[in-house]
């Protein structure tokens, strides 16, 4: 039998299920998935973005619906997990991409410096603070972990279903001064590979994308003057690493998700994909 490429990539009629859906990653990935015929549950810590982003696909013709959830609250996700399931049946796609950063998981240098030799007071490692790392983490990798523990049931109980986690190039080789999200992303990462082969068995697949440096709002704030427009030092350093020469943009991450989501990728579980520009591969 001839295999129909183009209908390989359709995911059209499919439940899809993405948490932090409010943001301008995710939201661009249910604006997408929406607007090819997926009916898409958007779930955010917002209740507000994610009503907005949902309405916004069903202006256009799509099919969705916003929901208020906290992915470190099982009890949340449990309620949101029985929504949808009693809305559109079983969940069919499912992006658990709430994240995000916290200063106090951070240092402000990327080099150790004696204290007594800093001209101003810094956070360094040693000033890291506990709650604040333990957010970070919790929130990018707790949250990853519960969202599949409670999302995944309804996919494992038909027996098909495509997980997609989000990780990062920081997985991969950490970034500097990030380090609680570093680690939270490399821990996504190695999930995403453990659980791959723990469903291998069930009909479900599990990889992820990686994304490189994308010019969101939050990241423009920190890598952008405000003031005169020009890019900070370290903007200057990712261009400078990044072989194709600029920040990503939300529309370039929406080819390889819908690959990775469809039958397109029937036989690639257990991957991670670096979607930066060539970040991860470029050396000196």
């Given at each position: ?17 993405i ?5 301008e990653?995710?939201?661009?990935m249910?604006?997408?998935?929406g607007?090819?015929?997926t ?11 994610a009503?907005k982003?949902a ?29 949808v ?5 079983a ?14 998981g ?5 080099f150790f ?9 810094k956070q360094?490692?040693?000033d890291?603070d ?17 969202t ?18 989000i990780?990062?190039?920081?997985a ?5 001064k990030?380090a ?14 453990w659980?791959?082969?723990h469903?291998?068995q ?14 969101t ?6 890598h952008?003057?405000?003031e ?5 030092e370290?903007?200057?350093?990712v ?15 929406l ?6 989501l ?6 690639v579980t257990?991957v991670v ?5 060539g ?5 000196i």
């Amino acid at each position: 039998m001839t295999l129909n490429i183009i209908d390989s990539f359709s995911i059209n009629g499919k439940v899809a299920v993405i948490t932090g859906g409010g943001g301008e990653l995710c939201g661009a990935m249910a604006t997408a998935l929406g607007s090819i015929g997926t009916k898409v549950a958007i779930l955010d810590l917002n209740r507000e973005k994610a009503e907005k982003t949902a309405a916004e696909i069903e202006k256009a013709g799509g099919n969705a619906i916003g929901m208020a959830c906290n992915v470190l609250s099982t009890d949340e996700l449990e309620s949101c997990h029985e929504r949808v399931c009693n809305k559109w049946g079983a969940v069919d796609l499912l992006i658990p991409g709430a994240g995000g950063n916290d200063p106090r998981g951070s240092t402000d240098r990327e080099f150790f410096t004696p204290r007594e030799k800093l001209p101003e007071q810094k956070q360094d490692f040693f000033d890291l603070d506990l709650d604040g790392f333990r957010y970070v983490f919790d929130l990018n990798f707790l949250g990853t972990f519960l969202t599949i523990k409670i999302f995944s049931k309804s996919m494992v109980a038909q027996r098909r279903g495509s997980i997609l986690n989000i990780s990062s190039m920081s997985a991969l080789t950490p970034l500097t001064k990030v380090a609680a999200y570093s680690a939270a992303k490399a821990a996504v990462s190695n999930f995403t590979q453990w659980l791959a082969v723990h469903f291998s068995q069930t009909g479900v697949r599990v990889n992820a994308i990686a994304p490189g440096f994308f010019m969101t709002e939050q990241l423009r704030f920190l890598h952008v003057n405000q003031e005169t427009g020009e890019l900070s030092e370290r903007a200057r350093k990712v261009i400078a690493h990044t072989p194709l020469g600029r920040y990503g943009e939300p529309d370039d991450l929406l080819g390889a998700v819908i690959w990775l989501l469809s039958d397109a990728s029937k036989f690639v579980t257990g991957v991670v994909v670096p979607i930066d520009g060539g970040f991860s591969a470029y050396t000196i």
